[in-house]
């Protein structure tokens, strides 16, 4: 069995490809479908129960608060995340513990979804305040979607090399701070816990690989390479390396403790987390041949159903496959006709080595850079610095050259992005638009503002929308590069063609892997052109990522399309602040309502 995708990512990375495409185009365009939305179903008058209480709106907002509860004490790795103080929460503390990755509880989280739907549709909505009924909205969007997701648990990879669990368990840990001997204690007692983890997610993954649901076979090699590599000596392993910085650094561990902790760490990472590595490297090699995938998903026996699933949750639309298909390839026409427009009354521009801007001096230099980028076209939120740590080096290949482990939703700890190693030696522009879309003013700055707001509830600061918050931070990219000095206005535009070019391109990649049957070799083949020595890292990422380029390219193209529409219908009563605001002050919402949400807003202003 597969583990239920419903509960925030840990890790939210950046997918982006900094390319100049030239191209002699045929053809004409079509403008893509600007209105494709997703209307739920709201309950009728005659599906409201009668004797609704007059209190609706007091437990409705005990609802959602035990919704939360349940969800977050549900993954303790979760809890560990998201909040500073269990108990601040009235939770019980469980940082002591792992996940539960068994296939009970996958089938008791699905329960708890289907019963907190029918809770959910006892309320009358008009009976909520404005505020509540937004949260209805979302959460019926949610409860529905991850409902309608459990037919295809199955085709999720849970064992793969982009952030999958033997990488991103390991990571999430690194990054749980340590203050004292209790927490030094938990961390220890999480590492005993490996083995069972890893039992538990085989068990599922043999289940599944009995039926052929498996990621490929090449994807499961790299896996078993990756927890290979992990098993360095123990002194050298990243999570060792982790916990004596945090002990080193506690004022609350005395000298004496923190030298038996630090040697307990060690030999419960050589008892526990590497058998634990080595049974999932056997298993995996005993259950990689049976996988029926030697590309994308379509090959199911519901491939293409499954599919079109994705594309609904990573885009917060209704958009069809076609549809979808259809915009990118107008979208990459379009962006590619608007190069060449470029290049053929500068031609000295092909080059695009020569056009970028001397690098930066040091991180700080870079981060002004983003803050007098954020403070232009933002409102001051007062948000918290980010944390730049640095990617593990074993991981660099496989994973995206930057990540964002999102702050916690009091704000008191967490919000750091990580980098390559080398980003750090040598800060360029495309660290600069790096950062803009993991720190300020994409992800960081995105999450820390749904987080200030009182009115959201916990539940929707703890469940994720990707399409808005990968949309956001791809958005994020198009402003930045027209704030980059390049000395000429015409190079700002070239890069923002490039920028839609690009993921129009990866979307493409996606829907031919996926959904309309191409081999790994012919897309590899096909798109080396655009992408170059990236493109066999691309197309395998895309394969282990089902979908996952949607929430960045589509997301992207939405917000941008939003824009364009409050601009044409407000004029010079357009405010940038302003539109900003709208967007991000009710945090991750599907994309359906950020349209009604601006519509709303256009509406109110037009009339003022």
């Known amino acids: 069995m597969g583990k239920i995708n419903f509960k925030k990512k840990t890790i939210v990375s950046i997918l982006s490809t900094f390319l100049l495409i030239s191209l002699i185009l045929q053809g004409c365009t079509k ?234 760490c060690l030999k419960t990472i050589n008892d526990y987390v590497y058998p634990a590595y080595t049974n999932l490297i056997e298993e995996l090699e005993k259950i990689k041949s049976q996988t029926i995938i030697t590309s994308g998903v379509y090959t199911f026996p519901k491939g293409r159903e499954y599919y079109a699933h994705l594309i609904k949750s990573n885009t917060g639309t209704n958009i069809t496959p076609e549809d979808l298909f259809e915009w990118a390839n107008d979208s990459f026409i379009e962006s590619s006709k608007g190069i060449q427009s470029i290049l053929e009354k500068y031609p000295d521009l092909t080059e695009i080595d020569d056009l970028q801007p001397k690098p930066f001096n040091n991180f700080e230099e870079l981060y002004q850079k983003c803050k007098e980028l954020t403070n232009k076209n933002f409102y001051d939120y007062h948000i918290p610095k980010i944390n730049s740590k640095t990617i593990p080096n074993y991981l660099e290949k496989d994973l995206p050259s930057a990540f964002y482990l999102p702050v916690s939703i009091d704000l008191k700890k967490y919000g750091n992005m990580f980098l390559q190693t080398s980003a750090y030696n040598n800060l360029n522009i495309n660290d600069f638009l790096v950062v803009c879309h993991e720190g300020i003013p994409g992800h960081h700055f995105q999450f820390s503002i749904a987080y200030q707001q009182e009115n959201i509830p916990n539940i929707r600061k703890a469940i994720d929308f990707t399409c808005f918050s990968e949309g956001w931070a791809s958005y994020i990219e198009g402003l930045a590069f027209g704030f980059i000095d390049y000395g000429n206005p015409q190079i700002n535009q070239l890069m923002i063609y490039n920028l839609d070019a690009s993921y129009a391109l990866l979307t493409l990649v996606d829907l031919y892997i996926h959904y309309y049957g191409a081999s790994r070799e012919e897309v590899i083949n096909t798109y080396s052109l655009y992408f170059g020595e990236q493109m066999e890292s691309i197309v395998d990422r895309a394969i282990a990522n089902p979908g996952e380029t949607l929430h960045y390219a589509y997301g992207r193209y939405f917000i941008n399309n939003l824009k364009e529409k409050a601009l044409e219908a407000l004029g010079d009563d357009f405010d940038i602040k302003e539109f900003h605001d709208v967007i991000l002050i009710n945090g991750e919402i599907p994309l359906y309502l950020l349209e009604e949400n601006v519509s709303e807003y256009i509406n109110k202003k037009s009339k003022s």
């Open 31 to 264: 403008k893509p479908n600007d209105d494709i939305t997703y209307i739920p179903d709201l309950p009728s008058e005659k599906q409201i129960t009668k004797n609704i209480k007059i209190d609706d709106s007091s437990r409705f907002d005990t609802f959602l608060d035990n919704m939360f509860k349940e969800y977050i004490t549900s993954s303790p790795l979760e809890m560990s995340m998201l909040i500073s103080s269990p108990q601040e929460f009235g939770l019980q503390d469980t940082s002591d513990k792992l996940d539960d990755f068994s296939d009970e509880a996958l089938k008791a989280q699905y329960d708890n979804l289907r019963d907190n739907l029918k809770t959910l549709n006892t309320f009358n909505i008009a009976g909520l305040t404005k505020d509540q009924q937004l949260s209805y909205k979302i959460i019926k969007y949610y409860l529905e979607l991850n409902i309608e997701g459990e037919e295809y648990v199955d085709y999720s990879y849970n064992i793969k090399h982009t952030l999958g669990f033997h990488i991103g368990i390991p990571l999430t840990l690194s990054q749980i701070p340590i203050k004292n001997k209790a927490d030094a204690d938990n961390f220890i007692a999480r590492l005993k816990q490996f083995p069972t983890s890893i039992a538990e997610l085989m068990k599922g993954e043999q289940a599944k690989a009995q039926k052929g649901y498996i990621q490929p076979e090449y994807i499961s090699n790299k896996v078993i390479d990756q927890c290979k590599a992990f098993m360095t000596p123990p002194e050298e392993n990243f999570l060792y390396l982790a916990f004596c910085d945090y002990v080193n650094q506690s004022t609350e561990i005395s000298d004496s403790d923190k030298e038996s902790l630090k040697a307990e």
